[in-house]
């Protein structure tokens, strides 16, 4: 593993280009994860102020319309469209001589060890994950999970597979490889990038409840720190896509006996 970031380069950048930098992240959470984290705060307190949370529901994965065809199309464009936000970050990343791709670590360079590291935290997250949400639903400050209500057709395991890797590719490139990148340009220190990623992790869960906020931040501390030890996403990719897998597609495929939603 690599050891963690060097040091900032912050003395390099003029206040004009700290300010642009600055408006540069503000922009893009606020057209990705910042933006979901402030809908979910504010659904979190509607949820909250209408009835007590362990007595709600929370789809993940809804139907988008009652003709099934069009509900594939609705699903695909979805997703499609929720990851231009991926797109920009790159795009913002990419520099004369460097890949956007290298410098946060998305590449296929390593498969069997980002493969490996991978698994291994999304044994740790999947496990840590249903421990938070049991707590959570007997505090009731955790809202009855539906992974996934799509109607059962040929596409919908498909879908639900891609939806989950959207979720993984958008969350860990963003609010890991972007940010990470980008806070440490602006000269902050390693505790407070991942204590700020974490915090933007926590956010756009809290429409599940408080449980998976909570849960999702000691995510984000854990993902931060590997991130900074190892200075690759996919690792994070892998497992982000693999735990969202087996919650949609084990939900699909068997319902309330594996005791989500319930």
């Not at 922009?27 to 809908?39: A, D, K």
């Amino acid at each position: 593993m690599r050891a963690a970031f060097p040091s900032a380069p912050a003395e390099s950048l003029d206040p004009r280009a700290r300010r642009m930098l600055v408006f540069e992240i503000l922009i893009v959470l606020g057209l990705s994860l910042g933006r979901s984290g402030v809908y979910a705060v504010v659904e979190l307190i509607e949820k909250a102020t209408e009835a007590p949370l362990g007595d709600q529901t929370t789809t993940l994965n809804p139907v988008l319309d009652d003709r099934p065809y069009f509900d594939l199309v609705y699903q695909l464009l979805g997703i499609f469209f929720s990851l231009l936000p991926v797109a920009l970050v790159l795009f913002l990343l990419t520099e004369p001589g460097k890949s956007a791709f290298r410098r946060i670590g998305f590449t296929f360079a390593r498969p069997l060890r980002d493969f490996g590291l991978g698994v291994a935290l999304a044994a740790v997250i999947g496990i840590g994950t249903l421990g938070v949400y049991a707590a959570g639903r007997a505090l009731g400050i955790t809202t009855a999970l539906v992974p996934a209500a799509l109607d059962t057709y040929w596409w919908t395991l498909p879908v639900l597979i891609l939806s989950a890797m959207r979720h993984a590719v958008l969350e860990e490139v963003i609010v890991v490889g972007y940010l990470f990148l980008r806070l440490r340009q602006l000269g902050w220190g390693t505790p407070a990038i991942i204590l700020t990623s974490a915090l933007i992790r926590a956010s756009y869960h809290l429409y599940q409840g408080i449980g998976p906020g909570i849960g999702n931040f000691l995510m984000g501390l854990l993902f931060g720190y590997v991130y900074t030890r190892t200075r690759r996403v996919m690792p994070l990719v892998i497992a982000h896509a693999l735990v969202d897998i087996a919650g949609f597609v084990g939900f699909a495929l068997f319902g309330s006996a594996i005791g989500i939603g319930d």
